[in-house]
């Protein structure tokens, strides 16, 4: 496990790549820090078909930034540098991608690699979670999963997908505060599945937002809410 390439700054952000060895594979991961340092930290989970520094994602870590909160994101199982083949325009392969390298599992196992990685170098601080689509996907299982994630934005995900038995499995174990996004026109994740998923977390502290548009239209003022979001939460 090792940083792969020297602190970059970009504005008030300083960039950096690492890789870990995590089973028997490779995940490639990024790390975004204020330069004045962090006392927080989100994990961020990306789409499917797209990767770590999907440009949303970098723009959620901007924002994240801007609040003094610092940013991690890995890119998920048959995405990103993961894979040498591109296959984007292919959606309907996203089911055998997830499952490459072993699905929900070693989703959960590689973010806590990633998580333990960052804090042995940083330190431990209040976390949170910040996922939609495939980054729920990803997000539920590893908030459920890891006690040291205490604040998860969700949604744009249901009971729907190649890993929905998973997500059913451990939705209730999600007990942290929970924002969840609904798109309510979405051509891709039904929104009764994305209704029922809700429904199945185990948190009393939940609530959802519900916008018009497809999968891909959440308003940009929630995006800019879920952060608010998660700073208030992860405290001063």
């Not at 594979?25 to 820090?33: D, E, L, R, T």
């Amino acid at each position: 496990m090792s940083w792969t390439t020297e602190a970059c700054q970009q504005s008030d952000m300083v960039e950096r790549d690492f890789l870990l060895e995590v089973d028997d594979h490779k995940v490639p991961g990024v790390y975004w820090q204020p330069v004045t340092g962090a006392q927080r930290l989100v994990l961020l989970g990306h789409g499917g078909t797209t990767h770590k520094k999907v440009e949303y994602i970098a723009q959620v870590a901007t924002m994240l930034g801007q609040r003094g909160i610092a940013a991690l994101a890995i890119d998920g199982p048959g995405h990103g540098a993961r894979v040498a083949e591109r296959w984007e325009d292919d959606p309907t392969r996203f089911p055998a991608m997830w499952h490459s390298e072993g699905g929900t599992q070693t989703v959960i196992r590689d973010w806590a690699a990633a998580l333990d990685f960052i804090e042995a170098e940083q330190g431990q601080r209040p976390t949170g979670w910040w996922g939609l689509s495939m980054g729920t996907m990803m997000g539920l299982p590893v908030t459920a999963s890891d006690p040291r994630i205490t604040v998860a934005l969700l949604g744009l995900m249901g009971t729907w997908g190649p890993n929905s038995d998973d997500l059913r499995r451990l939705a209730e174990k999600v007990t942290c505060p929970v924002r969840f996004l609904v798109q309510w026109d979405d051509e891709v994740v039904p929104r009764d599945d994305c209704f029922e998923l809700f429904g199945l977390l185990g948190t009393r502290k939940k609530t959802m937002h519900v916008n018009p548009g497809a999968h891909a239209e959440v308003p940009a003022f929630e995006i800019a809410g879920s952060v608010a979001y998660l700073d208030r939460h992860l405290g001063a």
